[in-house]
């Protein structure tokens, strides 16, 4: 057996980890130690204030107490039992995350991740029209398993996941005749994100969510959110769908994953009742999904955001935010909504992103070389952009 090494010292972490781990990830020279609400203290005992939430997952913050009480009272009583039990853990984490969702969204399927949420999600598109072609747009990111990515028009992503799943469908982000024109009768449904993040914070105008769902009912195809991301209070509403920024427009199909369990993996569909009509026994399925720790932490989640009203803090320190940052003259755009912005600079977002983790504070670039994104928890508060903005005005002095 080959011996195992404790780790000691700082630097010894770093290096195992280039030593063990496939060196996949470009990453930050920070090592995560604990959290607690936006901020991330690391093993040397600096403090960051983070913006990025962890890749938007740490959408209550790190450690919400709430919701790390709900996953250790639930490891305490059953770590787990696949979906051939009832559960009243799964029970209620389904009510719950129906009841915040638009009320046609009446029935939840639990799977691991965004990308297994997508892949399930146009499955379920398929079996309810009996087509089989998917369009989605330029920019749109979707997952890295098989037809996720074969649906993601990003970057070199269809290339690294080539040999690609067929009919895959592009059409342009913002115009509905780019759509039109591909949306025939072998179309099985329209992913999209409705904010498409990762592109550099992208949205479209109400208009154009509204279009879609009328070319959706006029050509019986499936109309996918997938609010991996925008999902779970980040923009300010619990979901873009229904939201007004979507001119109420509700999808047939919800994908969710990142923030839904604060950290805990868990992905989901929220579906129709027509949708569901068409999933019968077996079409659908994963050992994990629904696991009664994931589903603590989704009700836990859920309850965190309501109790401390984070919806609303979303949409009070945005304004503030976006007035702030009217005082840096470089930041020439604020692209998103709520929580999911993309702050768009005269110049190379990526030494911005340096520029500010060198003051300690952690934030994200995205495909688009002049965007940074900023996916902070939703606690986050005035005083803390406040440092945000300081940082900036130090670094462009
Ligand atoms: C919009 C969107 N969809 C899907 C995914 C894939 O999610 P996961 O990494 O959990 O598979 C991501 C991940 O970044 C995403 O941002």
């Not at 999911?340 to 003051?359: C, I, N, P, S, Y």
Request: aromatic share 8%.
């Amino acid at each position: 057996m080959k011996a195992v090494r404790a780790i000691d010292k700082l630097t010894d972490t770093t290096s195992l980890e280039e030593q063990y781990q496939l060196a996949t990830y470009k990453k930050m020279p920070v090592v995560a130690e604990r959290g607690e609400g936006v901020w991330l203290y690391a093993g040397d005992g600096e403090r960051y204030l983070d913006l990025y939430g962890g890749h938007a997952v740490c959408g209550t913050g790190h450690c919400h107490p709430h919701v790390v009480k709900a996953v250790r009272e639930q490891t305490e009583k059953l770590l787990f039992y696949s979906n051939l039990v009832y559960s009243e853990t799964r029970a209620r984490a389904a009510e719950r995350l129906v009841s915040v969702a638009p009320d046609l969204l009446s029935k939840a399927f639990f799977c691991n991740s965004g990308t297994e949420a997508n892949e399930n999600a146009m499955r379920m598109a398929r079996f309810a029209t009996g087509r089989e072609n998917i369009i989605t747009f330029a920019g749109g990111f979707h997952g890295r398993t098989a037809d996720a990515i074969s649906a993601t028009f990003l970057g070199k992503y269809r290339e690294i996941g080539k040999p690609n799943v067929p009919g895959h469908l592009k059409a342009e982000f913002g115009d509905i005749d780019s759509v039109a024109a591909l949306a025939d009768d072998s179309v099985a449904a329209i992913m999209l994100e409705p904010i498409q993040s990762m592109a550099g914070v992208k949205m479209a105008e109400p208009s154009f969510y509204r279009a879609l769902r009328e070319l959706c009912d006029e050509r019986g195809i499936v109309l996918i959110y997938d609010e991996v991301q925008t999902g779970v209070g980040r923009t300010g509403d619990w979901f873009f769908a229904g939201s007004e920024a979507s001119d109420g427009v509700v999808p047939d199909i919800v994908t969710l994953a990142k923030a839904l369990g604060s950290g805990i993996p868990v992905g989901a569909c929220l579906v129709t009742e027509a949708i569901a009509s068409h999933i019968k026994e077996n079409d659908l399925g994963t050992t994990f999904g629904g696991g009664m720790v994931a589903m603590a932490a989704v009700t836990a989640t859920l309850e965190a955001i309501e109790g401390d009203r984070m919806l609303e803090n979303v949409r009070e320190v945005e304004s503030y935010l976006r007035e702030r940052l009217k005082e840096i003259e470089q930041v020439v755009n604020v692209h998103g909504r709520g929580f999911l912005l993309g702050l768009e600079f005269t110049d190379g977002a990526k030494t911005v992103h340096e520029g500010l983790l060198a003051q300690r504070i952690i934030t994200g670039t995205s495909s688009d070389p002049k965007v940074l994104r900023l996916l902070p928890p939703l606690c986050l508060q005035r005083d803390q952009v406040d440092m945000m903005v300081d940082a900036l005005r130090k670094m462009f002095a």
